[in-house]
């Protein structure tokens, strides 16, 4: 188990520099921030010392080396838009990012695995097939679309939810919460049900697939030979067993939430850390998008990292491979 975390551990070092140094280079061709800080009047001399200032007339790999060294201390630079410290700056949205992502991945979680378990165990009924032509929207409709279709029909037509923004937050300890305001709950809706709903579907859909494979399986028609009850026979025998390779792409479901909140931001002009990278790309805020990029690739390499281990603790087959090796 400890070489197998120290591998993981290591390939996940790796995965993060090469995907931040390729990035990082990337950025290069979205435009050059000297033209957004500097008015019209500038000059050659101006440019060039700003330039020099800034740091930008060094080559990528050595800007790339100074963001690391200056990241593994906590310090990710000086916003160009803002002209204040970046981590400040994400620090202030990360927590409306998180909560939409936390709700939307509960929401997710929850209905996903319950309405998937549902329509294989009751896979010929009525509700089953029409849970199953709903959930074609989901997976058929772009996350935008659906921001806007609730949108026009909750909130222009119905006048039931608002169409924008975060409501009311209390602020807990450093931490900028919309939990405990009747108005932040409400605002939260709309967001994460159009954050979520794809990934919502897409378990479901895989949770029914695996369902329905495992309850053809010889063992569960033994434990219905022994006279065992179809409550246990479903959920003690067929669900544990699902969820096993369910786990695996629920995991990267769960990253790709906070990763992909951008659109679900940008329609709900939520807060958040989506929000704010596409306005960095917009000025060209390269501190900002190197640190956005720097997060939610350690968030999706942890989400891996976790996912690796339970999967390697829950299946067995997985640990008597690794012993033999």
């Given at each position: 188990?400890?070489?197998?975390?120290?591998?993981?551990?290591?390939?996940?070092?790796?995965?993060?520099?090469?995907?931040?140094?390729?990035?990082?280079?990337?950025?290069?061709?979205?435009?050059?921030?000297?033209?957004?800080?500097?008015?019209?009047?500038?000059?050659?001399?101006?440019?060039?010392?700003?330039?020099?200032?800034?740091?930008?007339?060094?080559?990528?790999?050595?800007?790339?080396?100074?963001?690391?060294?200056?990241?593994?201390?906590?310090?990710?630079?000086?916003?160009?838009?803002?002209?204040?410290?970046?981590?400040?700056?994400?620090?202030?949205?990360?927590?409306?990012?998180?909560?939409?992502?936390?709700?939307?991945?509960?929401?997710?979680?929850?209905?996903?695995?319950?309405?998937?378990?549902?329509?294989?165990?009751?896979?010929?009924?009525?509700?089953?097939?029409?849970?199953?032509?709903?959930?074609?929207?989901?997976?058929?409709?772009?996350?935008?679309?659906?921001?806007?279709?609730?949108?026009?029909?909750?909130?222009?037509?119905?006048?039931?939810?608002?169409s924008f923004g975060r409501?009311?937050?209390?602020?807990?300890?450093?931490?900028?919460?919309?939990?405990?305001?009747?108005?932040?709950?409400?605002?939260?809706?709309?967001?994460?049900?159009?954050?979520?709903?794809?990934?919502?579907?897409?378990?479901?859909?895989?949770?029914?697939?695996?369902?329905?494979?495992?309850?053809?399986?010889?063992?569960?028609?033994?434990?219905?030979?022994?006279?065992?009850?179809?409550?246990?026979?479903?959920?003690?025998?067929?669900?544990?067993?699902?969820?096993?390779?369910?786990?695996?792409?629920?995991?990267?479901?769960?990253?790709?939430?906070?990763?992909?909140?951008?659109?679900?931001?940008?329609?709900?002009?939520?807060?958040?850390?989506?929000?704010?990278?596409?306005n960095a790309v917009q000025?060209?805020?390269?501190?900002?998008?190197?640190?956005?990029?720097?997060?939610?690739?350690?968030?999706?390499?942890?989400?891996?990292?976790?996912?690796?281990?339970?999967?390697?603790?829950?299946?067995?087959?997985?640990?008597?491979?690794?012993?033999?090796?």
């Open positions: 188990m400890l070489a197998f975390l120290i591998r993981r551990l290591i390939q996940s070092v790796v995965v993060l520099l090469v995907v931040g140094a390729v990035s990082f280079g990337m950025f290069r061709f979205i435009g050059d921030p000297v033209n957004n800080m500097l008015g019209q009047e500038r000059t050659q001399a101006d440019i060039a010392e700003l330039r020099d200032r800034l740091g930008l007339d060094r080559s990528v790999l050595v800007q790339y080396a100074v963001f690391l060294r200056n990241a593994a201390q906590g310090d990710f630079g000086v916003s160009y838009r803002q002209g204040r410290p970046v981590a400040d700056i994400i620090a202030e949205r990360a927590p409306a990012t998180l909560e939409l992502a936390a709700v939307s991945g509960v929401m997710a979680l929850v209905f996903g695995i319950g309405l998937g378990v549902i329509t294989a165990i009751k896979r010929n009924s009525w509700a089953s097939s029409a849970i199953m032509t709903i959930s074609l929207v989901g997976v058929s409709l772009p996350t935008f679309l659906i921001g806007i279709l609730l949108i026009y029909v909750f909130s222009v037509q119905l006048e039931w939810l608002p409501g009311e937050t209390v602020l807990v300890g450093g931490w900028s919460t919309g939990f405990l305001t009747q108005s932040g709950l409400v605002a939260l809706i709309l967001p994460a049900i159009t954050l979520g709903l794809y990934q919502m579907t897409l378990i479901m859909r895989i949770v029914r697939s695996e369902m329905l494979e495992v309850l053809r399986q010889d063992y569960i028609r033994f434990a219905r030979a022994r006279g065992l009850r179809e409550r246990s026979i479903n959920f003690r025998h067929a669900l544990k067993n699902t969820l096993v390779p369910v786990i695996t792409v629920t995991g990267l479901q769960m990253g790709s939430i906070i990763a992909f909140s951008i659109i679900t931001e940008t329609v709900f002009q939520w807060p958040g850390m989506g929000l704010l990278f596409i000025f060209v805020d390269i501190p900002v998008m190197a640190a956005y990029l720097m997060l939610i690739s350690v968030l999706f390499v942890s989400i891996n990292l976790v996912v690796d281990l339970l999967y390697f603790a829950i299946d067995p087959r997985l640990r008597i491979e690794r012993a033999k090796a």
